[in-house]
Structures are given as C-alpha cells and as structure tokens.
C-alpha cells in the first residue's frame, strides 16, 4: 500500500525542539532591555511561530520601526546567548526522523526562526544537509502566509495534497490550510490541543512518536477512503 503523504514538513520550535521557555525568558528580557515591560508568559507563546519582528510587533504595538529594530536586536542578542548550548530535541524526535527518512519520506523545515538561528542548531544537531530544504522566516514570508510551503512544495515537486505539516501553533495549522495541506498538531509545544483542535488538524498528538504509529495506522487507512 502506497502512502498518504511523501513530504512530512516540521516546525522546529515547540515541535522537534523544546526551546518554547527559552523564547519566552528572551523576549521578556528583551523588553527589560527595551524599558519595555514584560508580557504574561502566555501571550509570548500565542505570538511563537511569526517572524520576530511581526511577533514583537503584536506584542507590543505601540513601538515605531527604529523602537522595532531596537527592541529585536536584544532578543536577538539575548537568545543566541542563551542559546550557545541548543535546545534539546523532544524525545522521540531524532528515532522518528530516522524511521521517516528509512520509510521513504522526504522530509522538510518550516520555521518562524531567522535562517542564522536555523542554521546555527542544524549544525549543532549535525543535520545540515539532512533535511530536503529548510525554509527561514527571514527569506520567505511570515506564517501563517503559505508562500514557506509553496516554496518546499514547489522543491520537492509534491502536490499539497500529498505533504503534511506538523506544528504546534495556531500559525503553523493556518499556513497547513492556507496551502492546501493537511496539517498534524503537536500538544507538548506553544499552545494545547484544545486550543490548536479549532484549526482542523488531521490527527492531534502529545509526543512526536505517536506520529510515526498514526502515519502507519489510521493515515493508511485514510489513503483507502480518499
């Protein structure tokens, strides 16, 4: 039996690395730097998934682009050195990469990181190459526009039909659907299931393994009814 889908796309933040703390105790420190105050923990996840400069923007609108600029430089600064030694990546997350790749999928990055960040944990991962194509906030559009997919779909020469996101924003289900593609949402990262269910994901999972187990179950059987 063939497969639904040939393309697993991923989200790195919140989905294969748990960094979603660390984004929150450098944006706050960031906005201590700024003479900003800091924002409720919560709301620093509800922005996770934008480009920075649209994340600090909806968390602080009043700032006008030269406070903007300002204001992303610390957290750029602060992150990268809180960030010397890498998130770790979930559990399950390096097993069930290697099974996908072994499988036969392609499999691909789609992040609201800068490509500098991107490409400094790829490397400390040992992944660079590993992936199809990796796709940055800062060379593409912002989630949730789907221009970041349309780009690796368009690499891959994969129909968005047969490609699937996983994510665990709101943002990373709204670009799935704003591609055309179906989308996986993740409960252990930014936001919970219960929020994320709202955005029409085809299966919600609370570890990455139980990706794997739903491709090779219910995902096949889907294939049957299409």
Known sequence: MSKPYELLIFDWDGTLADSIGRIVEAM????ERAGEAPTADAAVKGIIGLALSEAISVLYPHLDARQLEIFRQHYADIYTALDQQPSPLFEGVVESLEAFRSEGYRLAVATGKARRGLDRVLKANGWEGYFDITRAADETRGKPHP???????AHCRVEPGRALMVGDSAFDLQMASNAGMHSVAVGYGAMSLQALSEFGPQVCVEHFSQLREWLAGPAQLQLQGR
Do not use: D
Request: charged share 20%; hydrophobic share 75%; proline share 0%.
């Open 28 to 31: 706050n420190a960031a906005a």
């Open 147 to 153: 221009l970041m997919l349309e780009e690796i779909l």
